[in-house]
C-alpha cells in the first residue's frame, strides 16, 4: 500500500557531507511525522532526527548542529542532511512515516529498506 525508498547514502570522508532522502508513495491521506533512524552493526536501531507535520524537529545528541531534516509535503519526502560527517555516523540509515491512508483510517508507520552511510579515509 506505501512505499518509502530512500537514495543518496555512500561511501564518504570524514568531515564529508551527504544529503539523504526519502520518498513516500502509494495510499497516503496525509503525513504526520517523518524521521530518521539508524543502525550500527552490533548495535540497536537509533533516532536520528524527526519532523512533524508542524514543523518541530528532534535530534539525536550526536548529531546537533551537524545533521539537519527537513520535508516537502508536496512530495511526499523527507531529506537529511549530514555535514561534519564522523566514522561512528557509518550506519544503515532508515526513513520512516506515521500517515493515514484516508480521513477516518487509524495511523500507521511504514519505514523504508535503508540506505547504507559508510563513513572512513
Known amino acids: 500500500q506505501v512505499q518509502l525508498v530512500e537514495s543518496g547514502g555512500g561511501l564518504v570522508q570524514p568531515g564529508g557531507s551527504l544529503r539523504l532522502s526519502c520518498a513516500a508513495s502509494?495510499?497516503?491521506?496525509?503525513?504526520?511525522?517523518m524521521g530518521w533512524y539508524r543502525q550500527a552493526p552490533g548495535k540497536q536501531r537509533e533516532l536520528v532526527a524527526t519532523m512533524n507535520s508542524g514543523g518541530r524537529t528532534d535530534y539525536e545528541d550526536s548529531v546537533k548542529g551537524r545533521f539537519t531534516i527537513s520535508r516537502d509535503d508536496a512530495k511526499n519526502t523527507v531529506y537529511l542532511r549530514m555535514n561534519s560527517l564522523k566514522t561512528e555516523d557509518t550506519a544503515v540509515y532508515y526513513c520512516?512515516?506515521?500517515?493515514?491512508?484516508?480521513?477516518?483510517?487509524?495511523?500507521?508507520?511504514?519505514w523504508g529498506q535503508g540506505t547504507q552511510v559508510t563513513v572512513s579515509s
Open positions: 520512516d512515516a506515521d500517515l493515514t491512508h484516508n480521513s477516518w483510517s487509524p495511523q500507521f508507520r511504514y
Open positions: 502509494g495510499s497516503i491521506f496525509s503525513i504526520n511525522t
